[in-house]
């Protein structure tokens, strides 16, 4: 069984009733609030053997259970509030073992702000975490995947090809996000969680346009630089949980000249949004193109 | 490690920040919300070969998963609004599997006016569903468990020590809870998830009293009665979720009247609140008390 169908199939069932402004199939869900504001409402659930190893250290568990759902937070606009941490842990692993998990989540919540509120445990075969977090966004400033428009430029955060390393301990990109809807108009944004091939077929698809990326404009970290071979990590690998956007012309023009002044927006333009018949395309380096499937990280 | 010793390194660790009504130690987080209303939040994880087996029909697993949060909430006298699923389930299983635990779901929200707002898929091993609960409750309506009062009646709803057969299609005392807290004034109330040793330990604990509950009250089901023996299962036997509440004399005989006069509070009288040094006991039915040590379901 596939994600995607899963996704597809929920939606479907589940019609979004009175006060849900957004239901199942972006990053949170939204919720009405106050006058002013929504609420956002997201859950991971990472899982031994699927998002990390059975050696993976436990305050690196606790972190990556917090920062998959501030990133989702991020991507909405958001600003992450409150959490209710889900475990279940082996009977065989000591106080120790949860104490670490406790702390990693305790470091990346008191980082960003997030006040975790409840919690469940549980015996388990295997660890497993689950992270419900509520946020909060300013009306104006909540930005969903389904808003790109033809002609929009594609941006990505920092670098990517970079998730097998550092996807348990990375740094949600929510100063970025709250700098980009707080001072320019975005239309669309994701995490990608799943590879850019992935995710930004989901804004495409949601959005109902096409896209055109460049090969030789993608982010590559110092790693990757010179291994040509190794682009399809970029492309296909998932878990760099940076930020992709899109933003008009005019708006794009003001974030790369905000960019020359600051140092405090390290994105990157990487294609642009184009009609939908012409699906999502990969321009290489020499100028074939190719059409970028859904292939990626799939939970399924 | 035990569970109450993990609960309570969070509940010191995680201090309630500015919005946080009650955080960690309750049934539900309480989050301030609007002027006259308070948001209720909680999430259970259930895990196969803890809570339910490899061979539990999966409709019944959605149901379960489900119905336990929403115990939670009505144990603090609010009503269930939205949900995030998240479920972790074996590549092995088809879509079937997976769409009989959604059906499952749908049918206890459906009946409960549950609105599923999210979801989270991925791959595991075994079977598990985390369900995210948020509700509302009226503040005036705002059970805890930590308000049982010296001299309060203590009543439980249904019957007891039914768990083992009847957890994975039990139907949440929502109706009865909220009769409970719109007609009369309930100090304390929680959902027998662990058995009524462990919780009315839990409620004696947080609001410093004590207890003395009557074996020849016990509310047992047909299939219990005349088993003396096995009266340790009414005690002992988690997964019940009834609710156990407490109220002042003077409130406790309205509500046996209310009883008399209608057919909608199935509740039985076991027992009183009393000086927390008696600690928590049962007198036996020839009149002998033994202590209730915290002894029970425990998660870990």
Chains 1, 2 share one sequence.
């Not at 497993?128 to 966004?137: H, I």
């Not at 600051?262 to 018949?277: C, F, Q, S």
Request: charged share 30%; aromatic share 6%; proline share 3%.
């Amino acid at each position: 069984m596939k994600e995607l169908e899963f996704v597809k199939y929920l939606t479907h069932k589940f019609r979004a009733g009175p006060g849900v402004v957004r239901g199942i199939g972006d990053d949170c869900a939204v919720l009405k609030y106050t006058k002013d504001r929504y609420m956002l409402l997201t859950c991971d659930m990472i899982i031994e053997g699927t998002h990390f190893t059975k050696k993976t250290i436990p305050y690196q568990i606790g972190w990556k259970a917090m920062a998959v759902n501030i990133s989702d937070i991020a991507s909405m606009g958001g600003i992450p509030k409150y959490a209710l941490v889900s475990a279940g842990i082996s009977r065989n692993k000591d106080m120790k073992f949860l104490k670490e998990i406790v702390r990693g989540m305790d470091a990346i919540s008191r980082k960003f702000g997030v006040n975790i509120i409840g919690g469940d445990t549980n015996a388990s075969g295997k660890t497993v975490v689950n992270v419900t977090l509520l946020g909060e966004v300013e009306k104006k400033c909540l930005i969903t995947r389904n808003g790109a428009k033809a002609g929009d430029l594609i941006f990505v955060t920092g670098a990517l090809g970079e998730g097998a390393v550092k996807h348990l301990k990375f740094f949600p990109r929510l100063k970025e996000a709250r700098i980009l809807v707080k001072n320019f108009k975005i239309n669309s944004m994701i995490d990608l969680s799943d590879g850019l091939a992935m995710d930004l077929n989901r804004v495409a698809r949601a959005s109902n346009v096409g896209a055109r990326v460049y090969e030789s404009l993608l982010p590559l970290p110092a790693s990757l630089r010179g291994r040509p071979g190794r682009r399809a990590e970029a492309i296909f690998v998932g878990e760099d949980f940076e930020l992709l956007f899109t933003a008009s012309i005019k708006e794009s023009k003001k974030i790369m000249k905000r960019m020359g002044e600051k140092n405090d927006l390290p994105v990157t333009l990487i294609g642009e949004v184009a009609d939908k018949r012409l699906g999502v395309i990969l321009v290489g380096e020499e100028g074939r193109t190719k059409q970028l499937r859904r292939k990626g990280f799939s939970h399924l």
